[in-house]
């Protein structure tokens, strides 16, 4: 009776490990959605292709890929936990919030990072745009005039007071609707900005490509980041360092620190010493013109 006892024990332990074993090996799905610092749709696609390889190399795992062109189904995706992985613009990867965990940095020509610009077909300057149509790429919405006003714009004017924000899917729309004379204006990383197109305001650097991990899944790409290959036309990811994007988030969020006002040296007051020396040459005295026109080492920088 032992013996059919214990054969029967095995079985059972085999069957209730078969299925753990097979969660363990189930497909990965690697999000792509890169609107901003990929312009072609094609190369965003064979991107997300060639990287889902890749991971499925690195971390023994069978990785599928799913490029998206609109943030709307990309963020729908990540809600309702389709998406393992994600390679995604900072901007849009910010506003997922705590669904997705940052990793590493995408390099684009060495760079991490990249500024963005407000172009233009006509002469002027951001002021004249006052009223005026601003193509933008749609993000989360109520996130979107933040990120112009907090990051691009640095706090120092409200975007969704001064433009009339138009949202469109990608940098590509937004250079076809400035040309077809649908928007004044048009937001797009400065690597992108054609010829013949005015640039009216550069922006600070700002984070680019991220890669993210969902539902815990930031762990196995942490631990896998050294195995896993560079696709172009990105580099090789360059893990976060600090708290880069942390700041990011916030800065999004909440806008720059208010700006401490700058002070400068006023001129010196001398007084006559005769007037000291004798009271009845005492009379009212003037600081030196001169000395009142010298130019402080110190100038504020607006």
Do not use: C
Request: proline share 7%; aromatic share 6%; hydrophobic share 50%.
């Amino acid at each position: 009776m032992i013996a059919p006892r214990s054969l029967l024990l095995g079985l059972a332990l085999l069957f209730a490990w078969v299925p753990a074993a097979g969660a363990a090996a189930k497909k990965a799905t690697l999000g792509v959605f890169l609107p901003t610092t990929l312009t072609d749709g094609q190369q965003r696609f064979q991107y997300a292709e060639a990287l889902a390889a890749k991971l499925t190399e690195a971390t023994g795992r069978a990785t599928a890929a799913k490029s998206f062109a609109r943030y709307e189904d990309f963020s729908k995706a990540v809600a309702e936990g389709i998406i393992d992985f994600a390679v995604v613009d900072s901007w849009a990867a910010v506003q997922l919030g705590a669904k997705a965990t940052p990793v590493a940095l995408a390099p684009l020509s060495g760079e991490t990072s990249q500024r963005w610009a407000i172009v233009s077909t006509a002469k002027g300057s951001v002021k004249d745009l006052a009223g005026k149509r601003l193509a933008i790429v749609k993000g989360a919405g109520a996130a979107d005039p933040k990120f112009v006003t907090n990051v691009v714009l640095a706090g120092d004017l409200d975007a969704k007071k001064h433009f009339k924000l138009t949202t469109v899917p990608n940098v590509e729309s937004a250079l076809k609707m400035l040309e077809a004379k649908g928007a004044e204006a048009a937001l797009v990383p400065l690597s992108h900005v054609p010829e013949g197109v005015r640039v009216l305001f550069r922006s600070s650097k700002v984070p680019g490509a991220v890669l993210v991990g969902m539902r815990g899944d930031a762990d196995d790409l942490t631990e896998n980041l050294q195995k896993l290959q560079p696709v172009a036309p990105f580099g090789a990811f360059v893990a976060v360092q600090g708290k880069e994007l942390e700041d990011f988030r916030k800065l999004l969020q909440s806008g720059p620190p208010r700006r401490q006002p700058v002070l400068v040296d006023a001129p010196a007051l001398r007084v006559e010493t005769k007037a000291l020396m004798e009271p009845s040459a005492l009379q009212p005295v003037l600081p030196s013109f001169a000395d009142a026109l010298e130019v402080s080492a110190e100038q504020p920088d607006d």
